[in-house]
């Protein structure tokens, strides 16, 4: 066997010490990858939270606007059953898919940080009023009455009723996001300043364009 030259030698030095480092490598890859699974989120949470802390007022906005979501979307699952029209119905099919992902999104967000869950409740905010259930005005919701009104209505009056009441429930929920802003330190958290703001402009361009449909029938 014939003895490894100089150069060949130190090419293969050179060889090894390039595959060392690049295990190093791919073990400091490895710690810093970010963790996936069930904790994952709670720790983006944490550190999200530890950057932007979110307020009181952040945590009552996500638990309210989920019962104000759910007035809405039973509001629009009724399109189909109640002879809407066609326009209607497209509007409903768009506020059930949108209000609904958004629903889980701040359910997500109020357990990713420890807070009380609520499960939707049409109605809006039950709260505890030393031991009896009473629920909380909202923006915008819908009294029983009005609910009852809409459920009657067939047709045509279903239309005017649902654009004129959804109106007025788009507008309570603007009314929502602007109280959240109007405290001092809220709305700093990443996901409820984007979910806020994305409220204020969809459901400002959705009024806007119920009052067109409004007046395509003829409503003054």
Same mark, same amino acid.
């Given at each position: 066997?014939?003895?490894?030259?100089?150069?060949?030698?130190?090419?293969?030095?050179?060889?090894? #010490?390039?595959? !060392?480092?690049?295990?190093?490598?791919?073990?400091?890859?490895?710690?810093?990858?970010?963790?996936?699974?069930?904790?994952?989120?709670?720790?983006?949470?944490?550190?999200?939270?530890?950057?932007?802390?979110?307020?009181? !007022?952040?945590?009552? =906005?996500? !638990?309210?606007?989920?019962?104000?979501?759910?007035? #809405?979307?039973?509001?629009?699952?009724?399109?189909?059953?109640?002879?809407?029209?066609?326009?209607?119905?497209?509007?409903?099919?768009?506020?059930?898919?949108?209000? /609904?992902?958004?629903? /889980?999104?701040?359910?997500?967000?109020?357990?990713?940080?420890?807070?009380?869950?609520?499960?939707?409740?049409?109605?809006?905010?039950?709260?505890?009023?030393?031991?009896?259930?009473?629920?909380?005005?909202?923006?915008?919701?819908?009294?029983? #009455?009005?609910? #009852?009104?809409?459920?009657?209505?067939?047709?045509?009056?279903?239309?005017?009723? =649902?654009?004129?009441?959804?109106?007025?429930?788009?507008?309570?929920?603007?009314?929502?996001?602007?109280?959240?802003?109007?405290?001092?330190?809220?709305?700093?958290?990443?996901?409820?300043?984007? =979910?806020?703001?994305?409220?204020?402009?969809?459901?400002?361009?959705?009024?806007?364009?119920?009052?067109?449909?409004?007046?395509?029938?003829?409503?003054?």
């Amino acid at each position: 066997m014939h003895p490894i030259s100089p150069p060949r030698k130190a090419r293969r030095i050179a060889a090894a #010490a390039v595959l !060392a480092l690049g295990f190093a490598g791919s073990v400091c890859a490895a710690q810093g990858r970010p963790k996936t699974g069930p904790g994952a989120a709670k720790d983006r949470a944490r550190a999200d939270s530890a950057r932007l802390p979110y307020t009181k !007022a952040d945590i009552d =906005f996500m !638990a309210g606007m989920i019962h104000h979501h759910a007035q #809405a979307i039973v509001m629009s699952r009724w399109a189909p059953t109640h002879g809407a029209s066609l326009a209607t119905q497209r509007l409903c099919e768009r506020i059930i898919n949108a209000q /609904s992902d958004e629903i /889980s999104m701040m359910q997500h967000w109020l357990e990713d940080r420890n807070q009380p869950v609520p499960e939707p409740n049409a109605k809006g905010m039950p709260m505890d009023m030393g031991g009896m259930q009473h629920i909380k005005p909202m923006p915008g919701m819908l009294t029983d #009455a009005q609910m #009852a009104e809409l459920d009657a209505a067939r047709g045509v009056e279903f239309d005017r009723l =649902f654009l004129t009441f959804m109106i007025q429930h788009h507008k309570g929920a603007v009314t929502m996001v602007k109280d959240l802003f109007s405290h001092r330190g809220a709305g700093q958290d990443e996901t409820v300043f984007k =979910f806020a703001s994305d409220v204020e402009t969809d459901q400002t361009t959705e009024i806007n364009r119920m009052a067109t449909m409004l007046l395509q029938l003829g409503a003054p």
